[in-house]
């Protein structure tokens, strides 16, 4: 029988706006910071002016050069973890004595501990989650100063696969509410109805009344323009909201209109005066997973085109930056991407309220591991004691997002393997429905016998995920029958953007077995070709891992492992490589010649991409690609003369051609119905001579202040060519308040520091991260080289 999922939610992006009775002010700024480890420092009176003033989110690890020596290894991200403490000194208003006051740290990597005029406010143990404490019985008022201590443990190493950063990485904010108010996490709103006719929003919440007043909630319910569509009254009973508002003719969220509405909620008194508000985007559609079709959204077939992202934002490490964020899911979007996986972790809220705003669907990941470790110091320490509560902080914080789709418990869990499996599988499905029974509950599995899957035998999920397999594809359906399915991490794919070696007719597997901890017959400096026909052992190419999942509807969709190179676990190589390879896009931001072959199958644009670069020996005999959409062929040409026609097939996602080098030039035509639609030429390319600089901020401009322009560099020759084939090193430097932030050039064994202002371009690119303080006078970074220097204004360019 076919099992349909149906499930109905309201959207809610987190990031919320409140009344003059509630207010969230970033608490980022003039923090003191020290890598040391003294109990003494959380004493209010201790003094810290010979500390680091630094601004949060701060991530110390990133600020060193990588190394062998760290304890995380380069599984980690060849970087030091430690211990260092955040003090902060600050005031709170005689006025606002009375209030409810807290602190949230948006998340803190690891061991976390807070101390407020030297009260010791409690430990946090979870690196990737919110958390708040109440400031209120602590704090002083008026001109009396006040004293947070915060000291960050990430010294246990190694604790992870791949690198976390250490700090306060997240922004942290002070909130302040009346006593009496809504409380923001248990507030879940969702949608009973949601058609194009009629949506019905129902708001369910608590409130805090320690004085038990009589109290009242009204709902208003506004349009994108600000204009109120509905409205509803309600007496609160026993402390708790649950009214519903219906709304005619709702504009759907989908990913291509991701349409917000939003909600006020008002809490009054008996005579209708307000006490404490909370304002939050809200919108309406629905979800549908079918074990023969897929999945629907909004009712209408929908495949699910999906990247796995790590949390690490390249060279500004785990530190949190929105703008930086938003360009990595712009990129990805205008790949074709439709949906993100957080591997294997719960994201900054930032992320969820950009795919919210942006149209992009979300597998929300709570663990990598339960209680069997999978590091000598990982979670699973915590696990037995925190799991539960943890689980519910992830559930509550993310469940009022649009775009978060499914709830992930876990990936690639040891206890698939026995019968504790079973167990826990059953009692964190029932702690997410506790909470949100609205979406599906899936993990990330391996093991494609039912029989020996004991979190499939806890017959629990309603969605289950599987990792690779691709050759018990088909078999899936059968050992797991009426339960829909999803290819939940693909690929594997190993590239180094630029590097073409000779290609071999087989996908090679860099290591070639589970015996080999790193590849031994890999290539000296530490590249893998990018011609997608190297992957681990355990994986398999770009193009046939997309093949096998398009060609089978009962698959829901796929999410490849990666969208975006990310520090640490460097398959296939030892130190120096220090981040990965997997990654359609490296870890500078630069797309490699795979994101075409995506963007010719996901999007309608007009794709035509050709590989490689068009410099080698005479005699070379080099092959060609064309990745290329919305055409039936495409020829080559080398220095105007044909070569022949190529086209995709049934294997095959490129037109291929093998070719005899001769300087000059190549061209590709894609032909439809006979006539030629697009073309792309490369030529053999001088000495470099010149640099063109190219910057990036509008396209990821964002609602924060602490927005970042993106400085590519590209080496050219005297003729304009782009050069690929040498390097040097540059140099960035900005006026005044104007703060290089970080460079990376995307190569995986590139051992300067991140932070550092200079870097060798790689395969004729180089980035810088730039920050733009108030202060700025002239607007511009300055570029020094062997070839000069150029002064680039901080203005976007295409």
Not at 322 to 333: E, F, G, H, I, P
Request: charged share 25%; glycine share 6%; with cysteine.
């Amino acid at each position: 029988m076919t099992r349909i999922l149906y499930v109905f939610l309201s959207l809610l992006a987190a990031t919320a706006t409140f009344g003059q009775s509630q207010r969230a002010l970033k608490f980022n700024d003039d923090w003191h910071f020290s890598l040391a480890d003294d109990l003494q420092f959380r004493q209010e009176n201790y003094n810290d002016r010979q500390w680091e003033r630094v601004t949060l989110p701060h991530d110390w690890s990133i600020l060193s050069d990588f190394g062998a020596e760290f304890p995380a290894g380069n599984a980690g991200g060849a970087l030091p973890g430690g211990i260092g403490w955040y003090r902060k000194i600050f005031q709170v208003a005689a006025k606002d004595k009375g209030q409810h006051i807290s602190i949230h740290f948006g998340g803190a990597y690891r061991y976390t501990e807070i101390w407020i005029n030297g009260k010791y406010l409690g430990k946090h143990s979870n690196g990737y989650l919110s958390f708040s404490h109440d400031l209120s019985p602590y704090l002083r008022y008026g001109n009396t100063p006040n004293v947070i201590a915060v000291r960050v443990d990430n010294s246990q190493q190694p604790n992870s696969r791949w690198y976390t950063g250490s700090g306060i990485y997240r922004d942290v904010h002070l909130k302040y509410q009346q006593h009496t108010h809504i409380l923001p996490e248990e507030t879940f709103i969702t949608t009973p109805e949601v058609s194009t006719d009629k949506g019905t929003l129902r708001v369910q919440s608590q409130i805090h009344n320690p004085e038990k007043r009589n109290l009242q909630v009204a709902l208003h319910l506004l349009d994108q323009n600000g204009r109120r569509v509905a409205s509803s009254t309600a007496a609160v009973k026993s402390n708790k909201i649950d009214q519903t508002l219906s709304l005619d003719k709702p504009q759907l969220w989908d990913v291509e209109s991701p349409n917000l509405y939003t909600i006020q909620l008002l809490l009054q008194d008996a005579e209708g005066k307000e006490l404490n508000s909370l304002t939050q985007r809200v919108g309406f559609r629905s979800i549908a997973f079918d074990v023969k079709k897929g999945f629907f959204l909004n009712g209408q077939p929908f495949k699910i085109l999906g990247v796995c992202l790590h949390h690490d934002l390249g060279a500004l490490g785990a530190a949190f930056n929105k703008s930086a964020a938003k360009r990595q899911l712009v990129m990805m979007k205008e790949m074709g991407v439709n949906a993100i996986r957080t591997a294997h972790n719960p994201p900054a809220k930032e992320v969820l309220d950009l795919c919210d705003e942006m149209g992009l669907l979300v597998y929300d990941e709570a663990y990598d591991m339960w209680q069997k470790r999978k590091n000598k110091f990982d979670y699973h320490q915590d696990f037995k004691e925190h799991h539960v509560a943890d689980l519910q902080a992830l559930i509550k914080r993310d469940r009022n997002h649009p775009s978060v789709i499914m709830w992930s418990i876990g990936n690639e869990i040891r206890e698939q393997f026995d019968s504790t499996g079973t167990v826990l599988t059953k009692e964190m499905t029932a702690v997410v429905k506790a909470l949100d029974s609205t979406r599906p509950v899936t993990a990330a599995l391996t093991e494609t016998n039912y029989v020996k899957n004991f979190i499939a035998q806890a017959q629990a999920l309603d969605v289950l995920g599987f990792n690779y397999k691709y050759a018990d594809y088909d078999k899936l359906p059968k050992e797991f029958k009426n339960v829909p399915l999803i290819a939940s991490e693909t690929t594997s794919g190993l590239q180094t953007r630029g590097v073409y070696d000779a290609l071999h007719d087989t996908i090679q597997f860099w290591p070639a077995s589970s015996k080999d901890k790193f590849v031994t017959n890999g290539n000296p400096d530490f590249t893998v070709s990018a011609y997608d026909n190297v992957a681990a052992y355990w994986g398999t190419s770009h193009e046939r891992a997309w093949l096998e999942v398009k060609k089978r509807d009962f698959l829901a969709g796929i999410f490849v492992w990666t969208g975006f190179d990310y520090l640490g676990e460097p398959v296939p190589y030892p130190y120096p490589a220090r981040s990965s390879y997997y990654g359609i896009v490296d870890l500078a931001g630069f797309p490699k010649d795979v994101y075409y072959m995506y963007q010719a199958e996901w999007t309608d644009k007009d794709v035509l991409h050709i590989l490689p670069h068009w410099n080698w020996k005479k005699g070379d005999m080099v092959d060609v690609w064309a990745y290329y959409n919305n055409a039936d062929e495409a020829e080559l040409f080398l220095n105007g003369k044909s070569l022949g026609k190529s086209s995709k097939n049934a294997d095959r996602l490129h037109a291929a051609w093998k070719v005899p080098f001769e300087a000059g030039e190549i061209k590709v035509v894609k032909y439809h119905k006979g006539k030629a639609v697009q073309e792309q030429v490369k030529r053999t390319a001088g000495v470099a001579k010149k640099i063109k600089a190219r910057v990036t901020h509008d396209d990821f401009k964002t609602d924060d202040d602490r927005d970042l322009y993106f400085v590519e560099v590209q080496l050219l020759d005297d003729k304009g060519e782009a050069v690929a084939h040498e390097d040097i090193e540059i140099s960035f430097e900005g006026s005044v308040g104007v703060e290089v932030l970080g460079t990376d050039n995307g190569f995986q064994a590139d051992l300067r520091g991140l932070n550092n202002p200079k870097r060798k371009t790689f395969k004729g690119k180089a980035l810088a991260i730039v920050r733009m303080g108030d202060a700025a006078t002239t607007k511009a970074v300055r570029i020094k080289s062997s070839l000069g220097e150029i002064s680039v204004p901080l203005e976007t360019t295409k």
